[in-house]
């Protein structure tokens, strides 16, 4: 976390904001506020924003599990069994985070079940549905895209195989996609840390980096550094490693516990080192502890009381790589060792020394950190982190490579950039097609340092984030290859005319995904002007859909297309945020087609037909005497 001093003091006035007046009357109103639901169904809400400039909300759902999902659409789907407490609620909270709504909907047993019964005496494959209890009904059979939000991992999570992507104990494939949350340690509230993991797993997070501890007189924004909002330092005597005070980690215990309950992964920078070994962070005190030992059995400590937190990752160094051979570097590898000693198991990261330092590049620590995550400031602080990725990607053998730490929205605290939100979702695009595909990490300001909460966590960089994270969700993002004949890329050049210059601003970067059923080329922004790109389609495996993902909103524009060669595109412009930054997906999987799901007879009969891999069926029994009584089966085999 790289940062001025200076830059730490910029303080915010907003509505809502934890000790700030509100500057403005918001209200919001949720629609209907008390409902029953059945399980499995589904329920639209509507929000109603009264008093605020921009009528949109964010949904979540306040329980951690077992209280069904709710798209940021308003669309609630109940969970398939009752949970245990029947009562849901689902929060609509201000654009500006001000104000919230609820509506608490009682989950009731299906009125219907489709269950398959006696196998029919007919052609092969086809398969007897009936409806319990019986009744009279309406039966249908649709396809549908898959649900692009992921499940909840497993953890704890691994490096595939492939050595390219993290997986969970399940083997589903988990894209990194983090959030900065430094100073939650030391200026968070009970309620906050709640508030801040519901909002963000709305928004498609699945991690975020905490400091473990955070270290006194380094920020001005942590008077209370390095004590937790109730009081409790984290050592009794300040400074010394060998003296923890319980108090203080049961605290850091909630927190990756509740985290946990979200299926979000906490990479806990358990000794954040400090930009340059300064006042930021732990460095001067890990020299100043009695021995290398002593290090050591902090390690072990640490080790030994967080090697049952499966989801936790463990994020070693912090803003600065100790001169090869020193004594601080020993010592903090030392460290490293304790952890592993006391048997924890669970991957390990690193942030070196910026701009663009590698973990694989720095002999002694290259072989104990799993994940190659790297600054997003580029080579000499440039701002061209496509060629950190490119280069992260390149390493031999493979490990997950991706974005760690861009640049921070609203804090430019790199000389190549103004900390303008747009320069967050560019970082992302470059940093991703041109190699690292393992996910990307984001960061605001007000956010990492927990300030006008939670008005926070609504900024412009959160919304491209989410819209960012649904379209990953919708391809094989894990199989994605950066353009390129080298080895382990897409083996052809993707852009043929109109990719700008490498080592400039208007670099085009651009992927492939195994067996060529995607191709992504970004177009980072450059003005205002429509921008034209020629891409060789002979890269696909066939006939694509074509279509300009916008990343400032999450839109689409279709885009007609022929040809199976070097063929050429042009951006529509301005993208409504001033920027002319697009994003050309080219998708070989054809959209649903009515018949390819099969068909069922309205005796229950189902006859299968042929679908597509993004696809898949679902059988509907509606009530002829209730059509809201709908019961569905998704097919799994057909």
Request: net charge neutral; charged share 15%; aromatic share 10%.
């Amino acid at each position: 976390m790289l940062l001025t001093l200076a830059a730490c003091a910029v303080v915010l006035a907003c509505a809502g904001g934890r000790g700030e007046p509100a500057a403005r009357s918001i209200a919001v109103a949720v629609t209907p506020s008390t409902a029953h639901a059945r399980a499995g169904g589904s329920l639209r809400l509507q929000a109603t924003v009264t008093g605020g400039a921009i009528p949109a909300v964010a949904w979540w759902v306040r329980e951690a599990g077992g209280c069904g999902t709710v798209t940021q659409e308003g669309v609630w789907t109940a969970p398939a069994v009752p949970p245990s407490t029947p009562l849901c609620h689902v929060v609509a909270t201000s654009h500006d985070g001000a104000r919230s709504a609820t509506a608490a909907i009682e989950v009731e047993a299906p009125a219907l079940v489709i269950r398959e019964g006696p196998p029919p005496a007919r052609r092969a494959g086809q398969r007897q549905f009936i409806v319990s209890p019986p009744a009279p009904v309406s039966w249908g059979v649709v396809e549908v895209e898959e649900d692009t939000a992921p499940a909840r991992p497993v953890f704890p999570l691994r490096v595939a195989s492939s050595g390219r992507y993290l997986e969970d104990q399940q083997g589903r494939p988990f894209r990194v996609q983090a959030d900065a949350a430094w100073f939650m340690s030391t200026r968070a509230t009970l309620d906050e840390v709640d508030a801040y993991m519901a909002l963000r797993e709305a928004q498609g997070f699945n991690a975020f980096y905490l400091m473990a501890m955070v270290h006194p007189g380094g920020y001005a924004d942590t008077p209370h550094a390095p004590g937790s909002q109730a009081g409790d330092p984290p050592f009794l005597e300040p400074g010394v490693f060998s003296t923890p005070n319980d108090p203080y980690w049961r605290w850091i215990d909630f927190i990756v516990d509740r985290a946990a309950q979200r299926g979000l992964a906490v990479m806990l920078a358990y000794t954040y080192l400090g930009y340059e070994g300064g006042p930021q962070g732990w460095y001067r005190e890990v020299l100043r502890q009695p021995s290398a030992e002593a290090c050591y059995e902090w390690g072990v400590w640490l080790g030994s009381r967080y090697k049952a937190k499966a989801n936790l990752v463990w994020f070693a160094l912090g803003d600065y790589t100790p001169p090869p051979g020193s004594e601080g570097a020993r010592r903090v590898r030392r460290i490293i060792d304790g952890i592993k000693a006391a048997g924890a198991t669970q991957l390990f990261m690193a942030e070196m020394s910026p701009p663009d330092t590698l973990p694989s590049d720095v002999p002694g620590f290259d072989a104990v950190i799993d994940q190659n995550s790297f600054y997003g400031y580029g080579p000499r602080s440039n701002g061209l982190v496509y060629e950190t990725a490119d280069r992260a990607w390149a390493v031999t053998p493979p490990r997950p490579a991706w974005q760690q730490e861009g640049i921070y929205e609203l804090d430019p605290n790199v000389k190549a950039f103004t900390g303008a939100p747009w320069e967050t979702r560019r970082a992302r695009f470059w940093s991703v097609l041109a190699g690292g595909t393992a996910g990307d990490g984001f960061g605001s300001r007000d956010t990492y340092k927990w300030v006008r909460f939670p008005a926070n966590l609504f900024s412009p960089g959160a919304a491209y984030s989410a819209a960012a994270f649904r379209l990953f969700a919708s391809l094989p993002w894990w199989t994605l290859r950066p353009s390129g004949t080298g080895p382990g890329y897409a083996g052809r050049d993707l852009v043929l005319a109109g990719g700008g210059m490498r080592g400039a601003a208007d670099y085009v970067t651009a992927a492939l995904a195994e067996g060529g059923t995607h191709l992504l080329a970004y177009l980072p922004p450059t003005g205002v002007a429509a921008r034209p790109i020629t891409v060789d389609l002979a890269a696909l495996s066939g006939p694509p859909r074509a279509r300009w993902f916008n990343p400032a909103t999450g839109a689409w524009t279709e885009i007609a297309v022929t040809g199976d060669g070097p063929t050429a595109f042009t951006t529509p412009g301005d993208n409504g945020t001033g920027a002319n930054d697009w994003l050309l997906v080219l998708d070989t999987r054809r959209p649903p087609t009515a018949g390819r799901c099969g068909t069922i007879s309205q005796s229950g009969l189902y006859t299968p037909g042929v679908t597509r891999e993004s696809s898949s069926c679902e059988v509907t029994a509606v009530s002829r005497s209730d059509a809201l009584v709908v019961a569905r089966l998704h097919l799994s085999d057909h």
